[in-house]
Structure formats: C-alpha cells, structure tokens
C-alpha cells in the first residue's frame, strides 16, 4: 500500500528540515524522505559560526540533529533512505525509495548541492580539519595563517580576495593558465598583495593525514610535472558544485547547470517548490537554505489550502500540463 501524504519533503538538510518544521506546526504531518546523507552539507563541517543564535558557534552534526529533534517534535515522520525515482507529471505526485512508495500532494525538493572535490584521499580525511570548500563559512578560522585555494571561476576569485581579511597569504592554485572567471573578479585578485597566483598547476596531496592537520600542500607543475611543497594551514576547494538534481531531468525547468528553476519557491510545476542549494546557485548558506525551506513550507501550506477548496484540481494532470504554452513559458497557476 503506498503511505499517501499531503506534504512530502526530499532531503533533510537546512532547507528540507526547516520546512519540516514550518509544515509540522501547520499540523501538515510531513514525511520527510532524508537521503543516505541525512543532514546534508552541515554534517561534513565542524564548526558553524554563522548560524544566528549561536554566539558560541555549534558543530554542523548537531546543528542538524537539533533540527531534525524540532521537526520530528512538531509531528514530521521521517524515511532513512534515498529517493530513487519521482513522477512529477501527474498528481497525487510519486515518489518512490527502495521500500516505499508515497503519494503526496505537494513535494518540497531540498536535496541539496554537493561541492565538488579534487578527489584525494587527505583532501576527503582532512575535510573540516583544514579542508574546506566554503571559505565563507570557514575562512575567519585562518586569521594570520597561510592558505591555498583551487580554482579558476569566479568562486575562486570571490574567495580567495574574502580570505586575504584573514589569512596572511593566499596562493590560488588553477589547473591553466586562463582563467573562467570574469575579468573584473580575476583582476581584483591579481591586484591583492596577498594573493600569489600558481598557474598551470594542481594540488596534489594535502598533508598531514597522521597529524589530523592541514600542515602543507605538494603541488603539481601541469606542464613540466615538477613538484613543489609548501608549508599551509588551510586548503580551499573551489571548483564548482552539483546541483542533486538529477532525479527531476525532464521533468521541471533547470538552469544549463542543473539548479532548478525557481520563482521565489515555486517551481515550473504547480504543487511542487525547491528550497536551498538544489535551486540557489548564489548563496549557498545554511541560514538561505531555512529560509527558503520555510517560504516552500508555506507556499505549500497555502496551495493545500486552495486544494481542499476545490480552487485546484486534484487527481488531475498539474495544471501546467494542461496548458503547454503556459508551462513552456513556466507559468504558475
Ligand atoms: P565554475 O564552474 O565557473 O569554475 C570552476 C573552476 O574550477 C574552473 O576554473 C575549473 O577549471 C576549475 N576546476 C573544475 N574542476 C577542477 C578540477 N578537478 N581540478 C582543478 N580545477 C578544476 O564554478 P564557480 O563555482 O567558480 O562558479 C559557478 C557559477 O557561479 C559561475 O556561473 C560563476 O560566474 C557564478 N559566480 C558568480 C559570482 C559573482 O558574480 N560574484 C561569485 C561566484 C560565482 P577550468 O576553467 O580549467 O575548467
């Protein structure tokens, strides 16, 4: 029998939690399907200092733990496994796990984004330990420390100008000699006495491992296979994300880097709302992806209001369907 659901929340990190605890109190009863990487992002990171409401800062695990309390307290039910297909074309929507099927009225997507990594060992055993791919939520660590940043888009160069606040020297390490990012952001960081620029090279081992540290980087000379080590206290990733958002391909509108497209919260399809990084190319915080875990939560609240007034058509096609040139054109009803 499928569990049958007015709200279904996919992924339990800032966003998908947030909503869980909005709908919650809305007495919505929310199932929340967490994915195998339940608390998201927050659970890779140690300490998170931006958090309003903590002066003293709290580790990301706990941080979502705390959430996951708050929503589970209000009334949320909660599946421990990893969504592995949805049918958004029809209503009650479908989701489906390895064990599970639900049929929902409105869907909440909140899975997240992941930061893409160089793929070393020490980078991952180092992570939130000196490794880190957010030099926002990180960077005011490294007051007067030496740091490394990969990367060659605008990230790279946002980042490593926002490190030189803290940091006594930033070397941006980029795999060419050209850069992706924007003129006007690869001269701001070439004008910054702190910033050294390592071109046409790559990190390629972090260490120390044993030390449980970042204490220095080898790096990788691209065009002459030289390597060089140098002493660092912190290393940052910023070579882009992905956007988990491959479960929804064809489905519902997405920019070319797959972030779903969104007007405040809603999505191409009616019934259906996005919140936090899986739709936020920009800011990527803990504290956005709330906020618009919990606007997603009350525009749900309020289209299942319209439902069950009869103002939306239920067991139908989503009305964007019905009308193909107001879902070409992404059109809410
Ligand atoms: P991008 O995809 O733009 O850039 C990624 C960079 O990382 C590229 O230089 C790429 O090198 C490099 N890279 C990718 N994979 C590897 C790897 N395995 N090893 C080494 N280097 C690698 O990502 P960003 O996060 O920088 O930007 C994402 C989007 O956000 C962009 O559209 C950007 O313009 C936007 N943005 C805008 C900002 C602003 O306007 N203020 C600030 C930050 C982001 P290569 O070039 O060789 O492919």
């Given amino acids: 029998m499928p569990i049958r659901k007015k709200l279904t929340i996919l992924g339990s990190g800032a966003a998908g939690l947030t909503a869980a605890i909005y709908a919650a109190r809305a007495n919505l009863e929310p199932l929340v399907i967490q994915g195998l990487q339940a608390g998201g992002q927050l659970t890779i990171t140690t300490d998170?200092?931006?958090?309003p409401g903590f002066p003293n800062g709290?580790?990301?695990?706990?941080?979502?733990?705390?959430?996951?309390k708050q929503a589970e307290r209000f009334g949320t039910?909660?599946?421990y496994d990893n969504a592995e297909s949805v049918d958004l074309t029809k209503t009650p929507f479908v989701i489906k796990t390895s064990g599970e099927e639900v049929h929902s009225d409105t869907v909440i997507i909140g899975t997240g984004?992941?930061?893409?990594?160089?793929?070393?060992?020490s980078e991952q055993k180092l992570m939130g330990r000196g490794v880190s791919a957010c030099a926002t939520c990180d960077g005011f660590f490294f007051r007067d420390k030496i740091v490394f940043i990969v990367g060659g888009g605008d990230?790279?160069?946002e980042e490593a100008v926002f490190l030189t606040r803290f940091a006594t020297s930033v070397t941006l390490v980029h795999r060419r000699d050209t850069f992706r990012a924007s003129k006007i952001m690869v001269d701001r960081a070439m004008k910054n006495p702190k910033i050294k620029m390592c071109l046409n090279s790559t990190i390629d081992e972090i260490f120390d491992v044993s030390k449980n540290e970042v204490t220095g980087v080898r790096i990788r000379n691209l065009q002459t296979g030289e390597l060089s080590e140098h002493p660092a206290d912190g290393v940052f990733i910023a070579i882009g994300h992905h956007?988990?958002?491959?479960?929804?391909?064809?489905?519902?509108k997405m920019n070319e880097n797959g972030y779903i497209e969104t007007d405040g919260v809603k999505t191409s399809i009616p019934g259906v709302f996005a919140a936090g990084?899986?739709?936020?190319?920009?800011y990527k915080q803990a504290v956005t992806a709330a906020g618009t875990g919990c606007a997603a939560a009350l525009e749900a609240q309020w289209y299942l209001e319209k439902l069950e007034a009869g103002l939306i058509p239920?067991?139908?096609e989503p009305a964007n369907k019905a009308n193909p040139q107001k879902a070409a054109a992404g059109v809410h009803e």
Wanted: proline share 4%; aromatic share 8%.
């Fill in 155 to 157: 990230t790279a160069m």
């Fill in 48 to 51: 998170v200092e931006n958090f």
């Fill in 77 to 79: 039910q909660f599946i």
């Fill in 113 to 121: 984004a992941q930061a893409k990594w160089l793929g070393l060992d």
């Fill in 58 to 68: 709290i580790l990301g695990p706990q941080l979502m733990e705390e959430m996951h």
């Fill in 243 to 252: 956007p988990n958002s491959d479960l929804f391909k064809g489905q519902i």
């Fill in 277 to 282: 990084d899986v739709q936020d190319e920009i």
């Fill in 314 to 316: 239920s067991n139908s």
